[in-house]
């Protein structure tokens, strides 16, 4: 692509992404004002043997990021949901790389396993998990909070939905899951490229996740595992390497994004102690708009890319067939013509007026387990403010990304509970 310029505030380069998350919340603002559909060159190859030498398009508006998102036939996900490029997307990334009809089967079929008994349960056990967690991490009175609660509550509770009973597997896969997310961050450089890093995670993820696919095919139990294993829709199930591959995809997308939004959730109400106030003096009716509004100030996915698969015109650009389109929500989600006074945090803000896209822009894509990840939310957020009452927080360590808006260090003191 050479039809238009490169504009000055280029997204690609990793060190970009090491500076301080308000210089690119600034940079997303300049584009929104200026280019809100905007050409880059491409990124660093993750990889010396991977060949990443496409550019992209930015589309940064919230409307823009609407329109692409709900245009599937023009916009496949076929071609990989990254700004960079990773080779055999599919065989990592389950049914979100693909497009009608082969995704609206998969998520017909995900979607009958979530009758109301089984929501109720995982309800339930929810929150049985958190007050459990809370249990050893409420007497401790310091320590790092990724570790002793936003990690370990989704990670024991999506080791549940496998059925994993171990506590040694279970850890395993809560380290495998971060490290999926973290494909460019120093902690893993040890491993080799982020390619490496990356493909090594989802791997040794998709070999549990088939072993216990195949166990629960054979005797299926109680756990979401076994759900997704029996359900039909109009005679169709996913074949036990499908369940596999869906299930190393949970364990890492969405185990990771809640756990980086609860971090997020922590630090923004350490920083606005009225605004939690406020929430706790009506939790059962303020929880939901809370929870929104820090997923609208912090979400735990920064973009989804899609691939044009015909010419488009979008925000006075023609984006041509082929080109790869990077929907950032970290700045749909500040766009000054949908938010009022967006940069900040505003837990009033109705359900109406806060049509976030921290699970995406809609369409057939739009986040599935996105009420799942607000349940734990809450949960974490009752059981967290009502026993660590004087819970202060420290500086965020932010993950190395330009995809996972991740936490991966948060230390954190408070009156230690009586046991």
């Known amino acids: 692509m050479t039809t238009t310029e490169t504009v000055d505030h280029n997204l690609s380069p990793l060190e970009f992404w090491a500076k301080p998350r308000q210089v690119h919340h600034e940079t997303f603002k300049w584009l929104r004002e200026n280019k809100p559909v905007s050409w880059h060159g491409p990124p660093e190859a993750l990889d010396p043997n991977l060949d990443n030498a496409q550019g992209y398009w930015s589309v940064v508006k919230h409307a823009d990021i609407r329109e692409v998102s ?18 055999q997307l599919e065989t990592m990334l389950s049914f979100i790389v693909t497009d009608a009809p082969r995704h609206t089967s998969f998520r017909n079929i995900i979607s009958v396993a979530f009758t109301p008994k089984h929501i109720k349960k995982v309800e339930e056990d929810t929150r049985r998990t958190v007050r459990e967690i809370i249990d050893h991490a ?24 496998f059925g994993i009973a171990d506590r040694d597997e279970r ?52 756990d979401l595992m076994s759900w997704v294993s029996q359900a039909q829709y109009e005679g169709e199930k996913m074949t036990v390497e499908e369940v596999g591959v869906f299930f190393a995809l949970l364990a890492g997308a969405a185990n990771d994004t809640t756990r980086h939004s609860m971090a997020h959730v922590l630090a923004l109400f350490d920083q606005h102690p009225d605004q939690l106030a406020y929430v ?22 920064m973009h989804f890319r899609r691939t044009a698969v015909s010419d488009y015109e979008l ?22 013509e949908v938010f009022e006074n967006p940069d900040t945090l505003d837990v009033t ?71």
């Open 280 to 301: 706790f003096e009506d939790f059962d009716n303020r929880a939901d708009d809370a929870v929104n509004e820090c997923l609208r100030m912090e979400p735990p996915l």
């Open 315 to 336: 925000g006075g650009e023609t984006i041509k067939a082929g080109d790869k389109v990077v929907l950032w929500y970290i700045s749909g989600n500040r766009d000054g």
């Open 171 to 222: 850890q395993y896969v809560m380290d495998l899951s971060e490290q999926m997310g973290a494909w460019s961050d120093p902690e893993y450089k040890h491993i080799g490229s982020p390619l490496q890093v990356f493909a090594d995670a989802t791997s040794r993820l998709g070999e549990v996740a088939l072993r216990h696919a195949k166990e629960r095919q054979k005797k299926p139990t109680e």
């Open 70 to 87: 709900r245009n599937p036939q023009v916009f496949s996900s076929a071609e990989g949901v990254f700004l960079d490029d990773f080779p």
């Open 138 to 161: 409420a007497p401790l009175g310091e320590g790092d909070l990724c570790e002793l609660i936003t990690k370990e509550v989704p990670g024991r509770i999506f080791a549940s939905f």
């Open 349 to 419: 803000r109705a359900a109406k007026s806060n049509p976030h896209q921290a699970f995406g822009g809609g369409g057939p894509h739009y986040c599935l387990g996105n009420m799942l990840g607000k349940q734990m939310l809450k949960a974490e957020m009752w059981e967290i403010y009502t026993r660590m009452k004087d819970l202060k927080v420290g500086e965020r360590t932010i993950m190395l990304s330009n995809f996972m808006n991740g936490v991966m260090k948060m230390p954190g003191t408070w009156t230690p509970e009586k046991r």
